[in-house]
């Protein structure tokens, strides 16, 4: 990669921020699109987030990615917002309008859906049992609400199952109750960090079948104790990296006007991913 007086410069912001595989997948985006562009990796302490945004203005960066823990902030540092980010109160995604306004997204929903449809699973009018009620279980709901799906949300602190089950326009219930719940889902989506690396397993395996399409929005490792007991149980197991690449691939798409190139995205994550000490 050449840099040059005219590369056009995108990157993310986040405290931790070095472990992100977000240059990895929108460098990759842009040696395969033959675009001269870079992505860079900023560290923003908690509290920064409005000064890290007006460098979007002020240095003419073509777009922010952002992350913990600036994603309620930046949703108030921007100018405007996409329904989904209004909804969420979240943003995960900021662009530079013609007259230098800023415009949050949210793009974790849509890029979950575009995941799952890869992955053949049309969610319209499935049983959607969801584990987790944070940021990203918040998006997903909403989006699966959108495709008409019906979603059971299950996590540990009951308020916050409500709120997100809210949006999914589905009901709550216990985190006791997630194995029984289990049954009748045709998707179960895992939107906790549960089995990040620690062997933990969200739901015990006999709570899943066949037929079933199991989601894991974990994605080191790839295949985690969730998505091994789906398939050995006949499940289809779903890694989280889909949701990573797609909602990066949004990211490109909205900055640059090209479509993104999924398949080295996804390539150049899953190598990272592949590496020791990855």
């Known amino acids: 990669m050449t840099i040059s007086g005219a590369t056009r410069v995108a990157g993310v912001i986040g405290d931790p921020v070095t472990h992100s595989l977000s240059p990895v997948l929108h460098n990759a985006a842009y040696r395969e699109l033959g675009i001269d562009w870079v992505y860079v990796a900023f560290a923003v302490p908690a509290g920064a987030t ?3 945004l007006d460098a979007i203005r002020v240095l003419g960066l073509a777009g922010l990615s952002i992350t913990m823990p600036h994603k309620t902030a930046a ?10 980010a209004g909804v969420l109160n979240s943003v995960n995604t900021v662009s530079r309008g013609r007259d230098g306004d800023l415009l949050g997204d949210s793009t974790d929903g849509e890029g979950f859906l575009r995941a799952l449809r890869e992955s053949g ?5 499935a049983a959607v049992l969801l584990l987790g009620a944070g940021g990203a279980a918040r998006a997903v709901a909403l989006a699966l609400a959108r495709a008409h799906a019906k979603v059971t949300v299950c996590a540990r602190r009951p308020d916050a199952a409500a709120a997100a089950a809210e949006l999914g326009g589905g009901d709550a219930a216990d985190w006791s109750q997630r194995a029984a719940r289990s049954g009748a889902a045709t998707i179960i989506v895992n939107a906790t960090p549960i089995g990040m690396g620690d062997g933990n397993i969200p739901l015990p395996p006999g709570a899943l079948h066949s037929g079933q399409v199991v989601v894991d929005l ?12 789906a ?11 889909g949701m990573l690449v797609h909602q990066a691939a949004l990211q490109v798409e909205r900055w640059t006007g090209h479509d993104a190139p999924i398949a080295a995205m996804r390539a150049a994550a899953a190598a990272t991913l592949g590496r020791p000490g990855s």
């Open 231 to 241: 398939a050995e149980r006949g499940a289809r197991a779903v890694d989280g990296l």
């Open 121 to 125: 699973t049309d969610p319209a009018g």
């Open 218 to 229: 974990v994605y080191a490792p790839l295949v985690t104790p969730l998505l091994r007991a």
């Open 50 to 52: 409005k000064a890290a």
């Open 75 to 84: 949703a108030a540092a921007c100018d405007r917002l996409t329904a989904d």
